[in-house]
C-alpha cells in the first residue's frame, strides 16, 4: 500500500528506545524501504524536488512520487499522489510551475502542478507517450520525444497476417517534438529514420541540438551523431558526425558552443574512455578537453563558472568542475567521503541537489553551494530512519594481488559483533557490467541478494571489484578483452585465499553468486572451480558466447571484448565460454532467468542447466514469467531473494529450508 506522508515523517521522527532490540532485515522489509532517486533544484536554488520509490504490494508495483523541500529550512512535502507513478520533476525557468512525467493516464506524459499545491494537468497527448522532456528558456514551451504509432499500413498487415517482425528492416522511430504550454499546440520538429535521444536547448530558445542514431535498437549505439535544429525556420544541419557514439549535447552559457560526450571513432568505446569535447555551435574543429582524465567522465551542466561532470573514482561516485579554456579538471571534495549521484543545479550555477550515502549514510537527498571546490552539504531528508532498529553490519574496503598480478579492490561486509581471529563462513556477491561498481554501504543488500539477512546470520559477504569494473582508470577496465571470464575469475578467487589467509575464513564453506555479468562470472567458476564452493547462483548470466552473441540485443559488446565473432576466432569463444568445461562442474547451482531476456537470452540458461543435469550436478533453474535482463516487480524480487535464500539455506548453511520469510 501507499504511505502517507505523515507516516514517513513519523517513521524520521520516531526515536529509538535505548535498549531497542535490533531487527533482523527481511525480504519484505528490504524491498519496502523507500529510496530517493532524482533531484530538480529550482531556478533560485532554494528549493529541492526529489522522487522517493516505494513499494506498492497491491498493485504489484514500484511507485515513484515527487517530494518538495526547502534547502533553507529541511522541511519537505508530498507533492504528488496519483494512482500511478509520478517522476522525472523540472522547474520552469521562473520557477513558478514543476513539470513531471506520469502513466497516470495510461500512457506516459508530461505534467504541470503549482510547487504551493493543487491538482496536476495534463501537457501532452503523445499517442504512445513521451520519453524526455524539457523546458525552453522562457518557459513558453516544451521540447520532448516520443515514439512514433503504429502506421494505419502496420495496422492493416496485422488484421491481414497477425503480428510479425522482420528483424532489422523494421524500426520505429523516435522523434523531436515541441509543445506550446499554453495552447498545448504541439508540433513534431524531426522527420525521417531516427531514433532522437538527448536534447538541450539554446541559451536564446532558437534552436535545439540533440543526439540521434540509426535506430532504436541497443546495438545502433555507435551510429549516434548529433545535430542542431533550428526553430524558426523548422531546418535541421548535422553538427558531428563521426564513427562511435556522439551524445548529450549541453550548450554553452552565451550559446557560442556545445559540448558533448564522444568516443571520438575509438572502435572499443564499451571499455575505453569516454571523452569530453567541445565544438562551435555553427560547426567546425572538435576540441577535445579531457584526454587527461583516466576515467569515463558523464557530461551533466555547462554553466557560468565552468562545465560540471561525475565520474567514479575507485568505490566512488563524484562531482567535478571542468574548465572549458585550461581543461583543469577539479574533484568538488565533499564530507564525509560518500557516493554522490542525480545531480542537478540552480539557474546560476551556484547551488547543488544531490544524492549522497556512505558506509554509514543510508542514500539521502543533499543540498550543497557550489562557490568554491568544497561541498558543505545541508541533509534535506532522514530515511535512513528506516534502518535505525536493524541489525545491520560494517562495510570496509579491502584490496588484493590476482594471479597476474592485478590489484583488485572489494568492499567486505561483516557483522556487527565480528570477532578478529574467528573464521567466518563466506559468501561472494559478484556486480554486473562488466563496468559496474560495488561501493561501502550502510544498507547493503543488492536486487535480489540479501546481503544484510546473510550477514545479520554471521557471515561475512565479499563484493570484488574485479577487472573491468569501473573507477579504477581504462587500463584496469580492459584487462578483461579477450580474457573474460578467466581473469575475472582470477580476481574473485585470488579474494578468497586472501581471506583464508588473513584467518577470516572458513575455506569450507564458501559460496557465489551474481547478476548479468556477476551471473556470468558465477557460471565460469561452478564449472572451473567448483570443488571451492558450497553453492552458486547464476542469474541471468552468459553460459555460451555463441548462443549469446547470435542472440543478444547488443551484439558490438561481443565483438569489442573479444575483439573477433565465433566466424572468424572460434577458440577465443570456446575459451570464455562457461559450458566448454561443464564436465567439471560440481557445486550445486541455481540458475535465475527472465522469460524476455533480451540482453542475455535465456537460451543461455537452459544450456546451463541441461549440462549441469547432465553430469549430475545438482541444479534449479527458475524462469520469472514476462521480465527481460531485470525484474522490476516487487513480488518477483521477493521470489527471486527467497529463491536465494532456500538455496543458501540447503547447500550452504546445511539447512532445511523453511519457506517463506515475509513477516514485517
Do not use: C
Not at 557490467?433 to 546481503?451: D, E, H, K, Q, W
Not at 546451463?608 to 518477483?636: C, E, I, M, T
Amino acid at each position: 500500500m501507499k504511505r502517507t506522508a505523515i507516516l514517513l515523517m513519523l517513521i524520521a521522527a520516531a526515536p529509538l528506545p535505548a535498549a531497542a532490540q535490533k531487527r533482523v532485515p527481511t525480504v519484505d522489509r528490504m524491498i519496502e524501504l523507500k529510496r530517493p532517486a532524482g533531484t530538480a533544484i529550482s531556478p533560485d536554488g532554494r528549493d529541492v524536488a526529489y522522487t522517493i520509490r516505494e513499494a506498492d504490494w497491491e498493485e504489484n508495483t514500484f511507485d515513484t512520487e515527487i517530494w518538495l523541500a526547502d534547502s533553507e529550512t529541511g522541511t519537505s512535502k508530498q507533492l504528488t499522489r496519483g494512482t500511478k507513478s509520478s517522476s522525472s520533476p523540472a522547474w520552469s525557468p521562473d520557477g513558478t510551475t514543476l513539470a513531471f512525467a506520469s502513466d497516470r493516464g495510461d500512457k506516459r506524459q508530461v505534467y504541470l502542478i503549482d510547487p504551493l499545491g493543487g491538482e496536476a494537468r495534463v501537457l501532452t497527448s503523445a499517442g504512445d507517450g513521451i520519453a524526455a522532456f524539457e523546458w525552453s528558456p522562457d518557459g513558453n514551451r516544451i521540447a520532448y520525444t516520443a515514439s512514433e504509432p503504429k502506421t494505419e499500413s502496420a495496422k492493416d498487415r496485422d488484421k491481414k497476417y497477425g503480428e510479425f517482425t522482420v528483424v532489422d528492416e523494421e524500426h520505429r522511430q523516435t522523434h523531436l517534438w515541441v509543445i506550446d504550454v499554453k495552447t498545448k499546440e504541439a508540433r513534431k520538429l524531426t522527420t525521417g529514420q531516427m531514433a532522437v535521444g538527448r536534447f538541450d536547448w539554446s541559451p536564446d530558445g532558437s534552436a535545439i541540438a540533440y543526439d540521434h542514431r540509426t535506430d532504436e535498437d541497443p546495438s545502433s549505439g555507435g551510429s549516434a551523431n548529433i545535430s542542431v535544429l533550428e526553430l524558426s525556420s523548422g531546418k535541421t544541419r548535422s553538427l558531428v558526425s563521426q564513427d562511435g557514439p556522439d551524445t548529450n549535447p549541453e550548450w554553452s552559457p552565451d550559446g557560442a558552443r556545445i559540448a558533448f560526450e564522444t568516443a571520438m571513432g575509438n572502435p572499443s568505446y564499451y571499455y575505453s574512455n569516454g571523452l569530453i569535447a567541445t565544438i562551435h555551435a555553427t560547426g567546425g574543429p572538435i576540441e577535445v578537453l579531457t584526454r587527461s582524465f583516466d576515467e569515463d567522465p558523464a557530461l551533466i551542466a555547462w554553466s557560468l563558472n565552468g562545465i560540471y561532470l561525475s565520474a567514479a573514482e575507485r568505490t566512488y561516485v563524484h562531482l567535478y568542475r571542468l574548465d572549458p579554456t585550461t581543461r583543469a579538471v577539479t574533484r568538488l571534495a565533499h564530507d564525509p567521503q560518500a557516493i554522490t549521484g542525480g545531480f542537478s543545479f540552480s539557474k546560476d550555477g551556484t547551488r547543488t541537489a544531490y544524492i549522497s550515502s556512505s558506509a554509514s549514510q543510508y542514500p539521502e537527498v543533499f543540498a550543497a553551494d557550489l562557490r568554491g571546490d568544497v561541498l558543505n552539504p545541508k541533509k534535506l531528508t532522514e530515511l535512513g530512519a528506516q534502518v535505525g532498529d536493524w541489525e545491520l553490519g560494517t562495510s570496509e574496503v579491502i584490496s588484493w594481488t590476482s594471479k597476474d598480478g592485478a590489484k583488485i579492490e572489494g568492499v567486505l561486509h561483516k557483522p556487527s559483533n565480528f570477532k578478529p581471529g574467528q573464521r567466518y563462513p563466506l559468501l561472494v556477491v559478484i556486480h554486473g557490467g562488466p563496468t559496474g561498481t560495488s561501493r561501502p554501504a550502510l544498507f547493503s543488500s543488492t536486487y535480489v541478494y540479501p546481503i544484510d539477512t546473510w550477514v545479520a546470520r554471521g557471515a561475512l559477504v565479499l563484493e570484488p571489484n574485479y577487472r573491468g569494473s569501473a573507477g579504477y582508470g581504462e587500463k584496469f577496465r580492459s584487462l578483461n578483452v579477450r580474457n573474460l571470464g578467466v581473469g575475472d575469475a582470477w580476481d574473485v578467487t585470488s579474494g578468497i585465499d586472501a581471506l583464508v589467509a588473513q584467518g577470516l575464513v572458513d575455506a569450507s564453506r564458501v559460496g557465489a553468486m551474481g547478476w548479468s555479468q556477476g551471473g556470468y562470472i558465477s557460471a565460469f567458476l561452478t564449472t572451473h572451480d567448483s570443488a571451492r564452493f558450497k553453492a552458486i547462483s547464476v542469474g541471468a548470466g552468459i553460459s555460451d558466447w555463441m548462443t549469446y552473441y547470435v542472440n543478444t540485443d547488443i551484439h558490438p559488446f561481443t565483438r569489442m571484448y573479444l575483439k573477433s565473432t565465433p566466424w572468424d576466432d572460434p577458440e577465443i569463444y570456446r575459451k570464455t565460454s562457461p559450458i566448454t568445461y561443464i564436465k567439471q562442474a560440481r557445486t550445486p547451482t541455481l540458475i535465475q532467468h527472465g522469460e524476455n531476456d533480451a540482453r542475455v537470452p535465456i537460451p543461455n540458461a537452459y544450456e546451463l542447466y541441461q549440462g549441469l543435469r547432465d553430469n549430475n550436478v545438482p541444479a534449479r533453474l527458475v524462469v520469472y514469467k514476462g521480465f527481460g535482463h531485470g525484474l522490476s516487480k516487487p513480488k518477483a524480487i521477493r521470489a527471486a531473494m527467497e529463491h536465494n535464500i532456500e538455496w543458501f539455506d540447503k547447500y550452504f548453511w546445511g539447512e532445511k529450508p523453511v519457506g517463506t520469510e515475509t513477516q514485517r
